[in-house]
């Protein structure tokens, strides 16, 4: 019954390697989101997808890259994780992208050693 | 560009006593205004939403907030705390696109009994 679910809940990884966050919604909305949570809980938008094209890129390094196989799923795929990757990673999705209510998931806490 | 200032990095009241939780904005275009509540480990979840009809805007758990376009605030406030609203509680702008939420830093709310 969840509206918007991440998997998995906590991930603790190397340096240097390569890590999937999955993140599903069955509520129909057209758009998703992935959004970082620092360590000081300051929430900044990574990207958005709506329809599965990619409409927002935050200034986000290459290393992460959001695939959106359908409008269900947005997975965060990040290459050669470093220490400051470590943070909450929230999925989001909202019915459009000018209906702002935004659902969230229930967070991915990466911790990088 | 848009910006969430939320003054008060922690605020504890006790239970029964009036929650007031401030946030100011900056926007040049006419904001769509949020609060969002996070118990810990869990995801966000929307106590209410601004999006230019009434100013005071009434959400769950028996919270509201007023939008002042004077003060460019959006405080949220409960006349009654409960220990079930400790919490951190987030404030959050976007523009009518909706495309994404700008974020405050987060007030943590203790309730002392």
């Known amino acids: 019954d969840t509206a918007v679910s991440q998997t998995p809940k906590y991930l603790v990884t190397q340096m240097g390697n390569d890590k999937s966050i999955k993140c599903e919604q069955n509520l129909g909305h057209d758009t998703m989101y992935w959004y970082k949570q620092d360590s000081k809980k300051f929430l900044k938008i990574m990207f958005s997808y709506n329809n599965k094209e990619l409409i927002i890129n935050e200034t986000v390094p290459n290393r992460f890259s959001p695939k959106s196989p359908d409008k269900a799923h947005l997975n965060l795929h990040i290459n050669s994780l470093e220490l400051g990757d470590s943070a909450v990673y929230f999925c989001?999705?909202?019915?459009?992208?000018?209906?702002?209510?935004?659902?969230f998931g229930q967070g991915t806490r990466l911790t990088v050693v | 560009a848009q910006s969430v200032t939320q003054l008060g990095s922690h605020v504890s009241v006790s239970e029964g006593a009036l929650v007031l939780l401030r946030c100011n904005y900056s926007s040049s275009v006419p904001p769509y205004l949020f609060w969002y509540v996070q118990y810990p480990n869990q995801g966000l979840q929307l106590l209410l939403k601004y999006t230019s009809a009434a100013t005071l805007v009434k959400g769950i758990n028996g919270f509201e907030a007023e939008f002042k376009k004077s003060e460019t605030s959006f405080h949220l406030t409960k006349p009654s705390a409960h220990m079930s609203d400790a919490a951190e509680y987030f404030c959050a702008v976007s523009d009518s696109t909706g495309n994404k939420l700008v974020f405050g830093a987060g007030t943590i709310l203790r309730v002392k009994s």
């Open positions: 989001a999705s909202s019915l459009g992208l000018e209906n702002t209510e935004a659902f």
